[in-house]
């Protein structure tokens, strides 16, 4: 599956925006997606993910700004981020695995990942 990640931009501290995966062609209901990013010179990170039946997982640090959801019908995938500070600046990616799994788990792994977006530039600054 082709993903395209948008939504991206130059926000100021506080602000917030959604970002939007695309899954070209295809309902993402049989597919788990995750939301990566990575700022300069860190490793790419987990931010939240969503499996293919509907749980969703965030670590700690994203809980209370970040939340991930799904609409079947337009093949997205949704990241809503609020209260943007500047460490959050990063190009934010997402991530597919085609799966029939119905089990609670949410990949949080990049290598649990085998299709990925190219990224979208979330800049936060005054």
């Known amino acids: 599956v082709q993903l395209q990640a948008s939504g991206g931009g130059l926000v100021r501290p506080g602000d917030s925006l959604r970002l939007s995966c695309v899954a070209s062609g295809r309902t993402v209901a049989n597919y788990h997606v995750g939301w990566f990013r990575q700022a300069p010179g860190k490793e790419r990170e987990f931010v939240a993910g969503?499996?293919?039946?509907?749980?969703?997982y965030r670590p700690n640090p994203m809980k209370g700004r970040f939340t991930i959801s799904r609409d079947n019908a337009k093949t997205t995938v949704y990241l809503q981020m609020n209260n943007l500070q500047p460490e959050d600046t990063a190009v934010y990616y997402c991530?597919?695995?085609?799966?029939?799994?119905?089990?609670?788990?949410?990949?949080?792994?990049?290598?649990?990942?085998?299709?990925w977006g190219q990224g979208t530039l979330v800049t936060v600054s005054s």
């Open positions: 969503i499996n293919r039946v509907g749980n969703t």
């Open positions: 991530a597919a695995e085609q799966t029939t799994d119905s089990e609670p788990y949410v990949p949080r792994r990049r290598n649990e990942y085998t299709e």
